[in-house]
């Protein structure tokens, strides 16, 4: 096996650091406003920003139509060095109250909302889809 010329030892670090920022998934930067669709019921939520700060209303159910308009994220707002993450508060009704979420965009047409409110462990509450 042949050794590295001691030239490129020292460059070896810095060009593979430039190769992991060029293949940094093109997610990275998304932005979640839109329309999601729940990957398991005819439901649709639209998530919107004003000033920095999301909420997520129900924009069509069609088993639920009496719940369009309903927000069920509030207070959504983007993680401090995570680009795909973002906290928020989610209405749960089985205890009348907003639990702590993470969503996580898992590449730019898949966003997961995750319960982080007990012990900081993630447990997946919904899967939406563009």
């Known amino acids: 096996m042949r050794s590295i010329p001691v030239v490129f030892q020292h460059t070896l670090p810095v060009f593979l650091s430039c190769l992991l920022l060029i293949s940094t998934p093109a997610f990275a930067n998304t932005t979640i406003d839109g329309i999601w669709k729940n990957a398991v019921k005819p439901a649709w939520l639209a998530i919107t920003f004003e000033s920095g700060i999301g909420s997520a209303s129900v924009q069509r159910h069609d088993i639920?139509?009496?719940a369009v308009g309903l927000s069920v994220i509030k207070n959504i707002k983007p993680v401090i060095n995570?680009?795909?993450q973002w906290r928020g508060e989610m209405y749960s009704a089985e205890i009348d109250s907003y639990i702590v979420v993470l969503l996580i965009a898992t590449d730019p047409q898949?966003?997961?909302v995750y319960d982080i409110s007990k012990d900081d462990t993630k447990k997946?509450?919904?899967h939406l889809v563009r």
Do not use: D
């Open 124 to 126: 997946e509450i919904l």
């Open 64 to 66: 639920h139509p009496k």
């Open 82 to 84: 995570q680009p795909s």
């Open 110 to 112: 898949a966003l997961v």
